[in-house]
């Protein structure tokens, strides 16, 4: 258990609509990243916040977006779905001291789009 | 930008040794990290290389040289429960807090 909770564990939603993923950083962390998973583009950078302030950007479509709100917590909002939305999509945290860096990952939500 | 280049898979005996090899290009270096990921699960921190040199966690080895833009993952002894996809990633920045390019991931099968 890496300490990151995310939910829904799952999603099935249909073209069009607009879905929330919610993600709780491990206690203390102040960086939040959205990664994207999928089949053919393998593991992409989304987005990170950092103390609830956007620091970096990635591969992220317009029709998503995210915040990080006072408690740290992070919600992506993804909007005018598409099929190829489909995908694992993971939040990750991690601590800004230490050698490694390492990102400590949530289980993730499967969303599937039909 | 960064690109990372990685086998897509890789199939290896349970006991034996198997190399995972990541070769990168990138704008700035800022350390080569190693995750697994087993089917269905999260990713998880390996091993982290920020300098030249082997770095030693138990049956995982990991290799760098920063003046060929390579890199490789060693496993040891392995067990049927090492069968997962490793993914090589570099930061993108030098502070602590910096997002992660992932490679493709190499699926390893290690079979009886």
């Known amino acids: 258990d890496s300490g990151v909770t995310q939910t829904p564990k799952h999603l099935i939603t249909a073209t069009g609509q607009r879905v929330t993923l919610r993600c709780s950083p491990r206690s203390g962390d102040l960086s939040v990243y959205w990664y994207q998973q999928s089949l053919d583009q393998g593991l992409q950078f989304l987005i990170q916040?950092?103390?609830?302030?956007?620091?970096a950007k990635g591969n992220i479509l317009e029709r998503f977006s995210a915040q990080q709100f006072p408690d740290l917590h992070s919600e992506l909002n993804l909007s005018s779905l598409e099929l190829g939305d489909s995908a694992l999509y993971f939040c990750?945290?991690?601590?800004?001291?230490?050698?490694?860096?390492?990102?400590?990952f949530g289980p993730g939500t499967r969303l599937t789009v039909t | 930008g960064q690109s990372l280049e990685q086998p897509s898979e890789v199939t290896a005996v349970e006991g034996a040794i198997v190399q995972i090899n990541c070769t990168y290009q990138t704008s700035g270096f800022y350390g080569l990290s190693w995750y697994q990921q087993h089917d269905g699960g999260a990713p998880t921190f390996l091993s982290y290389n920020g300098l030249d040199g082997l770095e030693e966690t138990g049956r995982f080895s990991s290799f760098l040289s920063r003046s060929d833009s390579y890199g490789y993952l060693l496993l040891q002894e392995l067990q049927m429960k090492d069968s997962a996809s490793y993914f090589c990633a570099v930061r993108v920045g030098n502070s602590g807090n910096t997002p992660l390019v992932f490679g493709k991931g190499t699926r390893l099968s290690v079979i009886a």
């Open positions: 916040y950092y103390n609830g302030e956007e620091r």
């Open positions: 990750a945290s991690s601590v800004a001291s230490g050698r490694s860096y390492e990102q400590y």
